[in-house]
């Protein structure tokens, strides 16, 4: 059975998390990553980061922007 929340985003802002969405595969979760930051990049301290679970974790895959690594 597939992992229906594989694939995480979230949204945060000034550090608090403004949103977070999950999808089962990778290609929806990256154009969601790409949509995201043209709707969200003027958003004040605007970060959005796209994880993948792994157990009972998540682990950063990419984010925006990435100078905060």
């Known amino acids: 059975m597939a992992d229906l929340k594989r694939y995480r985003l979230t949204l945060t802002s000034a550090g608090a998390v403004v949103m977070q969405e999950a999808w089962p595969d990778l290609v929806s979760a990256e154009r969601?990553?790409?949509s995201w930051i043209g709707s969200y990049s003027a958003m004040a301290?605007?970060?959005i980061v796209l994880s993948e679970r792994g157990g009972d974790n998540y682990?950063?895959?990419k984010q925006w922007p990435d100078d905060q690594a």
């Open 45 to 47: 301290e605007a970060r």
């Open 32 to 34: 969601k990553f790409t």
């Open 59 to 61: 682990e950063a895959m």
